[in-house]
């Protein structure tokens, strides 16, 4: 697998939406609550989440067990898209709970899980991070 635009604007949208989702979760916790942060930097998030998972439909990967190019960590593409589609309909139903959990679970399973099996030594990320400093190239 080589670099391309593709990946780049992948990687740069995953990037983003790690660095980002922590700022828009913060916003409405504790005693001082920031509204209009939390809206920014949450809609900053979910369209970086969206770029991510619809430009990974087009990113696929021969080398590892997959169907037709497609991987297990593709599954995470329906899961981020029918995530974020739920928060909205929990805030348009006002149900704020829903909401908040749908929003943590979805930074958790689609930044933390997903950058966690991205980062694996046998994947293109983890050959450039690891191999690095492992000297495996």
Not at 10 to 18: D, E, I, W, Y
Not at 50 to 66: E, K, M, T
Not at 90 to 95: F, K, M, Q, S
Request: hydrophobic share 55%.
């Amino acid at each position: 697998m080589q670099f391309t635009p593709l990946i780049a604007v992948h990687m740069t949208a995953a990037l983003g939406a790690v660095a980002l989702g922590p700022v828009a979760l913060w916003a409405r916790k504790g005693a001082t609550q920031r509204p209009k942060l939390h809206r920014a930097f949450g809609y900053a998030w979910v369209t970086l989440m969206v770029l991510a998972a619809v430009s990974a439909l087009f990113i696929r990967d021969y080398g590892l067990p997959n169907l037709a190019g497609y991987t297990p960590i593709h599954l995470l593409i329906p899961y981020t898209l029918f995530s974020i589609v739920m928060a909205f309909v929990y805030l348009a139903r006002r149900n704020i709970e829903g909401h908040r959990k749908t929003m943590q679970w979805l930074y958790i399973g689609a930044c933390g899980i997903a950058g966690a099996f991205t980062l694996l030594p046998n994947r293109y990320l983890g050959k450039l991070v690891w191999g690095q400093w492992l000297g495996l190239l």
